[in-house]
């Protein structure tokens, strides 16, 4: 099983980008955003389930998104008026337990990881 993180780059304050999570192997029930910004612990971002239901973490609810494609097996993170905040390394996190929405802010309740995606947000 693997966790394959893409779509990070360098992008202008307001600008947008949409980060990809591809999972190989099977489907989990539950996926998540997190990101580590330098010198900062890792905080969470968003997260789905795969039949439904959001959350997002305060700072960036209105301005990412968080979907999944069932047929890709997929899971984006849509990223607009992004800020130089936003700076970090991204990372896609997925587990096969049924959690509450709520209880997918949490690292620990994440078994699988992907690789980090840088994303820089400067002008």
């Known amino acids: 099983v693997q966790l394959q993180a893409s779509g990070g780059g360098l992008v202008q304050p307001g600008g947008s980008l949409r980060l990809s999570c591809a999972a190989s192997?099977?489907?989990?029930?539950?996926y998540g955003w997190f990101r580590q910004a330098p010198g900062k612990e890792r905080e969470f971002v968003a997260a789905i389930r795969w039949r439904g239901g959001t959350n997002y973490a305060d700072g960036v609810k209105g301005r990412f998104t968080i979907s999944r494609d069932k047929a890709e097996n997929t899971v984006y993170l849509q990223m607009n008026s992004l800020k130089p905040e936003d700076t970090a390394v991204y990372y896609c996190?997925?587990?096969?337990?049924?959690?509450?929405?709520?209880?997918?802010?949490?690292?620990?309740?994440?078994?699988?990881w992907g690789q980090g995606t840088l994303v820089t947000v400067s002008s």
């Open positions: 192997g099977r489907t989990f029930s539950s």
């Open positions: 996190a997925a587990d096969s337990r049924t959690w509450v929405i709520s209880a997918l802010t949490l690292e620990n309740h994440y078994d699988n």
